[in-house]
């Protein structure tokens, strides 16, 4: 038995209890999985068009609202700009930061930063990914870095952790290693690299200082560092991903060599040829008198020639 009362409903027990429940608590459980705000606000209805209806082409207009409106502005600018990536709008999310980052506060500027790092490297603009890298290390060398705390807390596939400030040096050193490398500016790809491993190595960035060597023909060098991420010396290999990358390069490395050791064996072959035919052009001419390696019938002409000359 249940009699409701406004926006109350009571409900009778087993036992003769009574117990309260609002009537908007499927509401709220329907927020909750969804992870969407319960308020009818414009940032509300995008992350409701965005999560639930998944209709991404209205949930940018709504967020686009939401920053006219000042509703939660952070919040709304970094979730239309990931929207805009996923539909290949990479260009557009970069230009809507750029324009409206100022009305978002101090403590949204990194995450815009990183996002607009994820951007500028999906749309191939590597001088714009390298400074904004620099000027994250500038600003981590100043101490102004994670709003001068010494850790934050990041977030990654739904989980909440912790980083420290010498994590993310590491982090940034490698992104920007890996910058240098789609420049095919090795030599500064390897001396960030080697500064990211530094202060924090792990698997990945030695595979790609690994790779960074082997572009640079350096392959003994190379084959130390991944003979390492093979063995399991550094953090990260837990899903064995790294090991296998690092097995691929070893191979890599070894047709590299092989290659280089069947050009090296043509260009002998060619030079032995070569000076071979050379000493029996000599040997010939000592043999057999030179002679006109012009046809017999021109041999005739020169000959006529010559006794209409006397």
Not at 170 to 193: D, T
Not at 238 to 257: P, V
């Amino acid at each position: 038995m249940e009699s409701g009362l406004s926006g109350v409903g009571i409900e009778i027990g087993v036992g003769g209890g009574v117990s309260q429940r609002r009537r908007g608590d499927k509401k709220d459980l329907f927020h909750v999985i969804h992870k969407v705000p319960s308020s009818d606000s414009p940032y509300g209805r995008a992350k409701h068009l965005q999560l639930v209806e998944k209709d991404s082409d209205a949930s940018i207009v709504w967020f686009w609202k939401a920053i006219n409106a000042g509703d939660r502005v952070d919040s709304a600018l970094k979730d239309m700009a990931v929207v805009m990536k996923q539909q290949d709008r990479a260009e557009e999310a970069i230009e809507a930061i750029k324009s409206f980052r100022h009305l978002c506060s101090k403590q949204a500027q990194e995450s815009l930063d990183n996002l607009l790092i994820d951007l500028y490297k999906k749309c191939g603009n590597i001088e714009e990914q390298i400074e904004l890298l620099k000027q994250k290390l500038r600003l981590i060398y100043m101490g102004e870095a994670f709003n001068g705390k010494t850790t934050k807390t990041a977030r990654s596939h739904g989980k909440k952790f912790q980083v420290s400030i010498k994590q993310e040096t590491s982090r940034i050193l490698g992104n920007l290693g890996w910058a240098y490398m789609q420049q095919n500016n090795y030599n500064a790809a390897e001396i960030v690299y080697r500064k990211a491993q530094a202060i924090e190595p792990d698997a990945n960035k030695a595979c790609n200082l690994g790779l960074c060597l082997i572009k640079q023909g350096r392959y003994d060098d190379a084959r130390y560092i991944l003979d390492d991420v093979f063995n399991q010396s550094f953090l990260g290999n837990d899903d064995g991903r790294s090991a296998q990358r690092a097995q691929t390069l070893i191979q890599e490395i070894e047709s590299r060599k092989l290659l280089s050791e069947l050009n090296l064996n043509m260009n002998m072959n060619i030079n032995i040829n070569e000076e071979f035919m050379n000493r029996l052009d000599l040997v010939m001419s000592e043999w057999a008198p030179f002679r006109s390696k012009r046809l017999p019938i021109f041999e005739e002409i020169s000959s006529f020639r010559d006794q209409m000359a006397c």
